[in-house]
């Protein structure tokens, strides 16, 4: 019988095919994992989203297994073992200088899919639609026991402004705004290894975008898409093709994780 392997998945560009809101899951897709479950294998996300935002996408995707919010949360069998919030001083310490600064921000205190602004600025500067905003008066991060994510309408010219922006983990995604999440994918696969008692050299990890480069570790198996930054790809144990041309199923042929049956 093979050896089990932890199979780890990004969803945007790896799983997933197209722009969020009208994506879709290659068939030779659906058929690796399919096989990969069959033959024992533990398959799960490996995803920057909170576990608010991911866990209608793990579900549609049939998945029962998920490292969310960037390494911070672990959803084993379906039932969320755990989120660790970011450092709440160093959040609070950012958001007041961007209230001194004048710069619009926003914050998630829970597991819940919004967030909280003090005015309607943040919204007026970026039109975003990733999650409802909430307008609370008089807002202060202070009356909140923690904090998960920051929200921080500044384009890239003006990130330099902001000198407590280096204590916290962050990424831009957009041109209006950055996100302040966790961005250390390998470490929620570890602990979700651990707690199954599992060997780290037997983790198989596939991503294609900047926020992967942190579970690209050379104690496991790393498979670059065909359709990753070259950054990634330098870090790979393996390039596939891209997603949308069968690249999970023909890296699993390649390594005899499944056979060759399309």
């Not at 899951?25 to 533990?42: D, V």
Request: glycine fraction near 6%.
């Amino acid at each position: 019988m093979m050896k089990r392997k932890y199979f780890f998945f990004d969803i945007d560009g790896t799983l997933a095919v197209g722009q969020p809101g009208r994506q879709y899951i290659p068939e030779s897709t659906k058929y690796t994992l399919e096989k990969l479950k069959e033959a024992g294998h533990f398959v799960a996300i490996a995803t920057g989203r909170s576990y608010a935002m991911a866990k209608e996408m793990m579900e549609n995707m049939h998945f029962h297994n998920m490292v969310s919010d960037g390494g911070n949360g672990i959803t084993i069998e379906d039932q969320l073992i755990g989120i660790e919030p970011l450092n709440f001083e160093d959040c609070v310490a950012l958001i007041e200088e961007c209230q001194e600064k004048n710069i619009p921000w926003a914050f998630s205190p829970d597991n819940k899919v919004r967030r909280l602004a003090p005015d309607d600025r943040f919204y007026e500067a970026t039109h975003d639609f990733y999650m409802k905003t909430k307008r609370v008066e008089h807002l202060n991060p202070r009356d909140y026991d923690q904090i998960y994510k920051v929200y921080i309408a500044i384009e890239k010219e003006d990130e330099n402004k902001l000198k407590t922006l280096n204590l916290v983990p962050w990424v831009r995604f957009h041109k209006e705004y950055i996100f302040v999440e966790p961005s250390d994918k390998a470490k929620g696969i570890r602990k979700m290894v651990e707690h199954l008692h599992g060997n780290i050299e037997d983790v198989v990890v596939f991503g294609d975008e900047k926020n992967d480069l942190s579970m690209f570790k050379n104690e496991w198996t790393s498979i670059a898409m065909g359709n990753a930054i070259d950054e990634l790809k330098e870090r790979a144990s393996y390039v596939t093709t891209s997603c949308d041309h069968d690249g999970i199923y023909n890296a699993c042929v390649h390594f005899g994780w499944i056979k060759d049956e399309l």
